[in-house]
């Protein structure tokens, strides 16, 4: 089974722009979570997506969003980026509830300047 | 709400010697606890995780984890490490409900084995 895919895997992008970061989740995955991870934050939980539903979402700004589609695969979008949301972003999928396992994508490294 | 502490930034143990990663947790219900691995530049990899049953879960690479109750703890262990087993280490705790579920993850810890 192909694993987790992100793209793009690098980015750079000015600060008051916006960026759309997709995700295609392993085969039969319906549940897609969204990761952000920086040196001084750790990994922080963004939004989980199942069945198209947003059913979890992080402390994060409304610039922040994201959406499912009917075959599983996802997108995050941020709008009017500033110098701090320059992260690696981790796409995670996982058959569903709690007790299974996510399988991480290599991520989108985003730099904002 | 829930929480992971990992009490140590980096942990260091030379090659053939055995190792531990602690962690542990706090949680309102039952804990379901994970632990992952990430290598440079890639995504994290999934290692074991404790749902109910054993309190000694094996993984992946030689590694188990050790879930105990009382201490509120899950610390991974190896027997014997490998330089290729330098990388960072998460322990997470999955909350929710039916409703959706979140992973909280702990900040993280470097191991590096030196040959």
């Known amino acids: 089974k192909a694993g987790v895919t992100q793209t793009p895997r690098y980015l750079i992008k000015t600060r008051g722009q916006q960026v759309t970061l997709s995700c295609s989740p392993i085969?039969?995955?319906?549940?897609v979570s969204w990761y952000q991870q920086t040196p001084g934050q750790g990994l922080q939980f963004l939004f989980e997506y199942f069945s198209e539903t947003q059913r979890n979402k992080g402390n994060f700004p409304g610039r922040f969003s994201g959406r499912q589609f009917s075959n599983s695969r996802s997108e995050m979008n941020v709008s009017t980026l500033e110098l701090g949301d320059s992260a690696l972003y981790l796409c995670?999928?996982?058959?569903?509830?709690?007790?299974?396992?996510?399988?991480f994508g290599p991520g989108t490294r985003l730099t904002v300047t | 709400a829930q929480s992971v502490a990992q009490p140590e930034d980096q942990v260091n143990v030379a090659e053939g010697n055995p190792l531990t990663v602690k962690c542990t947790y706090s949680v309102s219900g039952n804990p379901y606890l994970f632990w992952y691995v990430q290598y440079p530049n890639r995504g994290l990899q999934f290692l074991l995780k404790y749902i109910t049953g054993d309190n000694l879960v094996k993984g992946s690479y030689g590694f188990e984890a050790e879930f105990n109750k009382s201490q509120t703890s899950f610390h991974l262990k190896k027997p014997s490490a490998l330089v290729s087993d330098s990388a960072l280490y998460f322990c997470?705790?999955?909350?929710?409900?039916?409703?959706?579920?979140?992973?909280?993850f702990g900040a993280g810890t470097r191991l590096f084995v030196k040959a």
């Open positions: 085969s039969g995955h319906r549940s």
């Open positions: 995670a999928s996982s058959l569903g509830s709690s007790t299974y396992e996510q399988y």
């Open positions: 997470a705790v999955r909350e929710g409900n039916t409703g959706g579920f979140k992973t909280i």
